[in-house]
């Protein structure tokens, strides 16, 4: 039908999005990157960094435009926490825009989080990466 077709992921099927790549079947994505490799379990409840990895290297070496995101609560990621983050990007060459969201506590989830303070970002270091918050 014509239609520009986007997927939202965390990543934990990389060969999803390979197949739907090499199909030409999505014209964009957003990844969440949910944390560093050293708190992504806890945050996540699972074991798939190395999935979100592979597919973060999928659409680096792709020609589609994709954006990597994070969705931040104040108890879960810190300052630096989205340092390391960012700095991991840049090992992996991504040359997008990285995307930090406020977690924003107006829905039932799957924890008890409190309320997220406010994230300061002006103490993180980019180089290569532009770097914008969503409100």
Known sequence: MGFAVKIDTNGSSPS????????????????DFKSTKKNFAAITNSK???NFNE???????????????????S????TEDIQMMLNFL???KYNGTYYLQQFVNDTETLGNLSSS??????????RNIKVELRD
Not at 57 to 70: H, K, T, Y
Not at 75 to 78: K, Q, V, Y
Not at 117 to 126: F, R
């Open 75 to 78: 108890e879960l990621l810190s």
């Open 117 to 126: 303070k406010k994230l300061l970002i002006q103490n993180i270091k980019v």
């Open 16 to 31: 999803v999005i390979k197949k739907l790549l090499n199909r030409r079947l999505i014209d964009y994505v957003a990844l």
């Open 48 to 50: 798939l960094f190395n």
């Open 55 to 73: 597919t973060l290297d999928i659409l680096n070496a792709s020609q589609i435009p994709f954006e990597v995101r994070s969705t931040i609560h």
């Open 90 to 92: 840049e090992r992996k």
